[in-house]
């Protein structure tokens, strides 16, 4: 059974700086590309940030303040998210996706395993 656990969501400021992990579970997850969604309310899920054997790739919203990264032995990948701006309000979801493909093609099609979401909120 392939669980991911999202954790590090809350309330900030604006300007301000969390970091979100996510730990799976189930199998080995060094192959996967590993990514991260978001959704505020009335939208639709959108890519933020994706990392995989070709590197890491971000949505154009969020390059230069968010910063994903994983570490294989714990199994978790994580997002560094800097300087924060109201827009970045949202329900955040770690994906997965066990295809050899590119960080760079990420997408919800791509995902076979979601995480529950962590709510991130940030208050102008």
């Known amino acids: 059974q392939v669980q991911l656990v999202e954790s590090g969501g809350g309330l900030v400021q604006a300007g301000g700086s969390l970091r979100l992990s996510c730990a799976a579970s189930?199998?080995?997850?060094?192959?996967?590309?590993l990514g991260w969604f978001r959704q505020a309310p009335g939208k639709e899920r959108e890519f933020v940030a994706a990392?995989?054997?070709?590197?890491?790739y971000y949505a154009d919203s969020v390059k230069g303040r968010f910063t994903i990264s994983r570490d294989n032995a714990k199994n978790t990948v994580y997002l560094q998210m800097n300087s924060l701006k109201p827009e970045d309000t949202a329900v955040y979801y770690c994906?997965?996706?066990?295809?050899?493909?590119?960080?760079?093609?990420?997408?919800?099609?791509?995902?076979?395993?979601w995480g529950q979401g962590t709510q991130v909120t940030v208050s102008s």
């Open positions: 994906a997965a996706d066990p295809r050899l493909e590119s960080a760079r093609t990420m997408g919800v099609p791509r995902v076979d395993y």
């Open positions: 189930g199998r080995t997850f060094s192959s996967y590309t």
């Open positions: 990392i995989s054997w070709s590197g890491t």
